[in-house]
């Protein structure tokens, strides 16, 4: 019996069983981006009522070097590294949002409009999205930390110079909310109704149920997609190893040929391989 780890990577194989479980689950996957130090980690605390903030560390030092995950309810929340972490973090997230449902840009009001590296992200996104604007139809600004802002002037200009920023690059408008996670912590701990009112953050819930909801096809359709492709480029790589062993073989003396008998076995494993894959992919 063959095994298909001989001729597909390890990667490839787990990301094709990820993607399944995907679609056989009925879990929104929510993504939260943004610059290291912005918030991100305590936004998806308090989304999850962990209001000790010990699923996703928050610290001084950047505590997050890779992507987390936490299953709360029907959303699977992914905490990732900073986007002015490197380079190959940015390749990370720009990966996993890719399958991701709903994307959580976060943006410390403080800091006010978009930063150069903020603005490089969404600028390579535009450029190697393949439908940039699907990526602002599931995506949510988030301000953050609104707390620290000196008035509601603040916070206003920063939303309007974001907005236009995002206009800019996308062509389009996009959604944008202004939150602090520390007024809805302490509200909810303390049973503040004024605090956790004006923290904001039940009115992002409430944005993220609605765009889910509306998404729910969308989301299903695009769960679809990604399997076909996965299939697709999995049964291509397949086709490029069969090819390249027939012109091995072809190669060969005739006295050759007959000691690499594996090679020919090779190509009918695939060739069955090929035949299984392609009939999963009909079956879809």
């Known amino acids: 019996m063959y095994n298909l780890d001989n001729y597909l990577s390890k990667s490839d194989i787990d990301s094709l069983a990820t993607i399944k479980k995907s679609l056989n689950e009925n879990k929104i996957t929510i993504t939260c981006i943004g610059l290291y130090n912005h918030g991100k980690s305590t936004l998806l605390n308090v989304l999850i009522k962990d209001f000790e ?3 996703f560390k928050t610290a001084d030092a950047r505590e997050t070097s890779v992507n987390k995950k936490f299953t709360y309810g ?11 972490a490197n380079e190959q973090d940015d390749q ?6 890719k399958n991701s449902d709903i994307v959580l840009f976060v943006h410390n009001v403080t800091t006010g409009e978009f930063s150069k590296v903020e603005i490089d992200f969404l600028e390579n996104i535009k450029k190697y999205w393949e439908n940039p604007k699907v990526f602002i139809d599931r995506t949510v600004f988030v301000i953050s930390r609104i707390d620290g802002a000196t008035d509601s002037k603040d916070i206003k200009n920063t939303e309007d110079k974001m907005q236009q920023q995002i206009e ?20 909810m701990i303390e049973k503040e109704d004024k605090l956790v009112s004006q923290s904001n953050i039940q009115d992002l819930e409430k944005m993220i149920s609605l765009l889910s909801k509306k998404s729910e096809q969308d989301i299903k359709k ?5 399997l076909n492709k996965k299939y697709n480029e999995l049964i291509r790589k397949l086709e490029d190893k069969k090819k390249n062993n027939e012109l091995m073989i072809n190669k060969l003396t005739k006295e050759k040929r007959d000691q690499n008998e594996s090679l020919h076995q090779e190509i009918n494993n695939i060739q069955v391989t090929l035949k299984n894959k392609y009939a999963q992919l009909d079956a879809i």
């Open 168 to 187: 800019y690059i996308f062509g389009s408008t996009a959604k944008i909310i202004a939150v602090s996670s520390e007024d809805y912590r302490d509200g």
């Open 74 to 84: 029907d959303i699977n929340y992914i905490d990732t590294p900073g986007l002015n």
């Open 222 to 226: 695009t769960k679809q997609e990604r």
């Open 53 to 55: 903030f010990k699923t």
């Open 92 to 97: 990370k997230i720009l990966e996993v949002i």
